[in-house]
């Protein structure tokens, strides 16, 4: 029940261009904390190399219950081994931070098929994220969509414009803008756009790609990768009320960023 109303505080469904849109309302943008998974850890990645990593904890629940005090109301979780190996590697580690806090979840990296999808849905995850099989599996993707409207999220991975896959080993040569429109019939709940080269290095987010995608997109978006200043979230917000989050890791591990002062400087409620 609660869920369903923290979706519909979140979406108004309005009428344009003859198409149903899912707009965010309200200028209601989420920072949204990143929890990366590696090898059973919280780490953070460089530009998703799986070779530059940094531990910041092995108690994986101790931090998401972090982010849950400081005030997040929704969770990015990775398993980063899951992208990589094409099915769940960090399943102990989600059940036990699903456990331990209260607020929304929301889970990507190795969801390939719908037993997956069903599996982390039915144990309370809020929403899930699909990257590499919304482009190799499109007959997967639209049933996972209809099963479970607007609780699957695009993973839109982009390096140099191209969408990346199976946890950014290869590239294809598929746009992601391109990707993103073919989609568009699609009952999504948001598109997850992540500037590869911009993960991880503290160096602002690529706002250029982003309001592209702004542009593009009939579904709400959330902006991810170098998100690290109070400057950085306004100008995200800037692009407009379809903007619904931003998803923040190493900045916020790193102290660059402090969560209290990023929610105040974007006025989320
Ligand atoms: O950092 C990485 N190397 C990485 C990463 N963060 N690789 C994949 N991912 C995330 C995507 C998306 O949320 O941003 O994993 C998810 C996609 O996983 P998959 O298995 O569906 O492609």
């Known amino acids: 029940m609660e869920r369903r109303n923290w979706r519909r505080r979140f979406h108004t469904v309005v009428q344009q261009a003859g198409k149903n849109e899912r707009i965010a309302t309200g200028g209601v943008m989420r920072v949204i904390p990143a929890i990366d998974l590696k090898d059973g850890r919280c780490v953070r990645l460089r530009q998703g190399d799986m070779a530059a990593e940094t531990v910041y904890s092995e108690d994986v629940p101790s931090v998401a219950r972090r982010w849950q005090q400081q005030g997040a109301d929704l969770i990015h979780v990775v398993d980063l081994n899951g992208a990589v190996d094409g099915e769940p590697k960090n399943l102990p580690q989600i059940e036990a931070v699903m456990k331990t806090v209260s607020v929304k979840v929301q889970v990507g990296g190795g969801i390939r098929t719908i037993e997956t999808v069903r599996r982390y849905l039915h144990a309370g995850v809020a929403r899930v994220v699909l990257g590499t099989a919304a482009l190799t599996d499109r007959k997967f993707l639209a049933q996972a969509c209809q099963e479970f409207p607007r ?95 931003a998803i923040v890791g190493k900045a916020l591990y790193d102290g660059k960023l402090d969560y209290a002062a990023a929610v105040a400087a974007i006025g989320q409620r």
């Open 151 to 245: 609780r699957i999220l695009l993973g839109l991975d982009a390096r140099d414009g191209k969408v990346a896959v199976k946890g950014w080993t290869a590239v294809s040569e598929t746009k992601a803008i391109e990707l993103l429109k073919e989609l568009a019939g699609l009952e999504l709940g948001a598109v997850i756009y992540t500037d590869i080269a911009r993960d991880g290095m503290l160096n602002g987010p690529n706002l250029t790609a982003l309001g592209e995608v702004v542009a593009c997109s009939l579904i709400p978006v959330i902006a991810s990768g170098g998100i690290t200043r109070v400057e950085d979230l306004q100008a995200v917000q800037a692009l407009g009320p379809r903007v619904e989050g």
